[in-house]
């Protein structure tokens, strides 16, 4: 059977690599063939893998273009939310899979390939129950999971996607919405994060966020 071809979509580079190392060993399952950060598929692939690190969540008017383009195949989402309402609002705007960040690489793979033959995949539906809960308890990933900006640094993957919708230049409420948390919740990221950063003011985190690789990029790598 032929591998899987798979289109990972982000506005990060190191986010899209990290997803791309992250399904390498899985190459004879599931082959990677386009990487695009800021922009959307341009060559026909089985699936779309869009990771929503500092990005619009699958309930935004996004998500839109990239079902309706005829290049990425089946939608499947690659989240830390995994809120039953945000995936039911994901599957109703034409994703085929919803994938919680904390899954194994096992784990991704084994839904990419549902998704490819056919099946809704969500994250009940692979038995992550207690990855589901992990992610809603905070825990951030470890390397089986991918990478983000500023991991070098001591960031987790929450810390570092509000940094990044920081530096992108929303506020507090924008931010909440954006990462389905709660503004007390986005508060003590943002209290976690500026003292591993080292910073005490907004200015200061978006000077060195602009710094460090957390602004959105554009680019394209076919392979």
Sequence with gaps: MNPVTV???NDYDVVVRGVDAMLRPHVDRV???ELDIGTEPSSPVDVALYDTFAQAQADADDIDALVANPMTGKVVVYSWNTQPAL???ALERGCAGYVAKSATAEELVRALERVAAGETVTPGTLDMEASAQQVAAGAAPD???????GQE?????REAEILGLITQGLTNDDIAAR???SINTVKSYIRSAYAKIGVT??????????EHGMLPTKGRELR
């Design 87 to 89: 995936v039911r609002k």
């Design 143 to 149: 390397d089986d999971h991918g990478r983000w900006p």
């Design 153 to 157: 640094h001591g960031l987790s993957a």
């Design 31 to 33: 082959r990677v063939v």
């Design 7 to 9: 289109a990972i979509v």
């Design 201 to 210: 003011r907004r200015p200061q985190a978006v000077r060195w966020g602009m």
């Design 179 to 181: 990462a389905y948390l």
